[in-house]
Structures are given as C-alpha cells and as structure tokens.
C-alpha cells in the first residue's frame, strides 16, 4: 500500500500532547494520512484538565458520515469518547462502513486523574464498541473498569483479565502493565485463539509521559494497514513510543507531565544531513 489513512476519533488537548494531536502527529511520523472526527473539546494543559466541552451525538455522527462516505479510511484509533451518546454514534458508524483495523483505547481518566469518560458511558462502552473493534488497549485501571473488577498488579493475573475481556466479545486485547512496579515494563497481546505475546521494554527515567496511551495505540493504528500482522504492529509501535519517551526531555513543553516527542527522528535529519 503506497499511503495510509488513518482517522482519529478522539478529544483535542490543547497542550498537544495527547488526544487528538498526538494522533496526528503520530500518524504522521510513522508515514500515514492523519485525519480527525472531534468528541470532545478540553481545557487542558501539562498540569491537568480543568474543563470538558462534549460534542454532541448527532455532530460526532455527522462528521463521521462526511468523512467514511468520502475517504477511504485504512486503520482507525478510538480515544476519548466522552459519554454514552458519542459512543453509540461512533458504534453506529462503524456498523456501518465496517473500516478495516480499529483499535480502541479506552480513554477513562487522564494522568493527572481528571475523568474524561462518563462512568454511566462504561457500559456502552463494554457493549458496543469493545466487541465490534479488533483491538483493545487498557491499561490496568482501565480494564478494571472495564470488568468491574480490581486492579491487578501481577502478569499472571493480567493474563486472566485480558481473557475475560475477550469473553466480552474483544477480538485481541493488548493489556497495558506499565502500572507494575519494576526496572522494566510488560504488555501482553492475547488473541481468541489463546495465543499470547509477551512485549517487554525498559522504563525510560522522564516525567515526560503525558499522552503515552493516545501514542501508542495511534501507532498501532498507523503501522497495521503495513505490517504483517498485530505482533509486528505492536513490537514497532511500541519501538518508536520508547524512543519517543527517551527523547522527551528535548523538548520544553509545560511545567507539569510534558508529552514524548512524536517527531525524534524527523528533527533528527536536518543535524544528521549537515
């Protein structure tokens, strides 16, 4: 495939770290076509969010129709959603232009603890969207929340949540652990066929981590309509978010958790040409 679109359904954060303008610029340093459909507004900065202004149903519905009955859309990220009105418009739209590879991560609550879904949308969450995408990526807490279960904090009872989300109708789980203790930090991918791979890669000593979960799964999105299949997506995508985070600390963005540099090897170039 010469070029790739990919489309971000997602909340704007202003700080440009996370939400939708991670995505784009994700997609864009990874070589694809970004585009965007809107769910929320927010007023939010490194320090935190102070405020939520929610797109209404129908005008996420409307930008999705415009858009899918237009652009040929190869992979699609689900970020923030908001409430359970947008989540039943995006269901809807993906009923019915079926688009190939959506990952969904289930934005519930941002780093610095504002919540960013409402918890009476978990539920729609849980039963349209996580059944209809091909891939989920939670983090501890959030598959959690997704269970109504406690947190867990060992990769074997990581193993046994991933599988109970697949009970919930999920086609792959990717089980985020970087919420353990230790030098080091473990997803699992599990498959419905019982098939689990193991991603390990090392913590990288920054505070700069806001938007980590936004990158990757963008990543994942962008690299699956190119790759050979989901172990190959993830392994790379989760490649350039380390590099990304060891390269945080080059830029000066915010007084709080800053974001990971999205463009390390395009602003690398220009240095290596000369």
């Known amino acids: 495939m010469s070029s790739c679109n990919i489309l971000s359904i997602a909340g704007s954060d202003p700080s440009g770290g996370a939400g939708i303008q991670a995505d784009l610029k994700t997609f864009s340093a990874l070589g694809g076509y970004g585009m965007a459909v809107i769910t929320a507004l927010t007023a939010q900065s490194t320090t935190g969010v102070t405020a939520v202004h929610e797109v209404p149903g129908h005008f996420v519905a409307a930008q999705l129709e415009t858009l899918l009955g237009d652009v040929r859309v190869d992979a699609v990220k689900i970020g923030m959603l908001a409430n359970a009105e947008v989540v039943e418009a995006v269901a809807d739209a993906l009923d019915r232009h079926a ?4 990952v969904l991560d289930p934005v519930m609550v941002a780093k610095s603890g504002d919540r960013l879904l409402a918890p009476e949308a978990i539920e729609a969450v849980r039963t349209r969207l996580v059944p209809r995408v091909d891939l989920i990526t939670p983090n501890l807490p959030e598959a959690a929340e997704l269970l109504g279960e406690e947190e867990r904090h060992d990769l074997s009872s990581m193993r046994e949540q991933a599988e109970r989300l697949l009970a919930l109708g999920a086609r792959r789980v990717l089980l985020k652990g970087g919420h353990l203790q230790g030098e080091s930090s473990t997803d699992l991918l599990v498959a419905p066929d019982g098939r689990v791979a193991t991603f390990t890669a090392e913590r990288v000593a920054t505070r700069n981590t ?3 979960g936004c990158t990757l799964s963008s990543a994942i999105a962008a690299l699956l309509p190119r790759r050979r299949d ?5 392994r790379d995508a989760k490649d ?6 060891r390269r945080a600390d080059d830029l000066d963005v915010g007084r709080g958790k800053g974001p990971t540099h999205h463009f390390h090897a395009w602003w690398d170039a220009p240095r290596r040409r000369g």
Request: aromatic content about 12%; proline content about 11%.
């Open 99 to 102: 688009p190939p590879h959506v």
């Open 210 to 212: 806001h938007g980590t």
């Open 230 to 234: 989901y172990d190959d997506a993830v």
């Open 240 to 245: 350039y978010l380390t590099e990304a985070l």
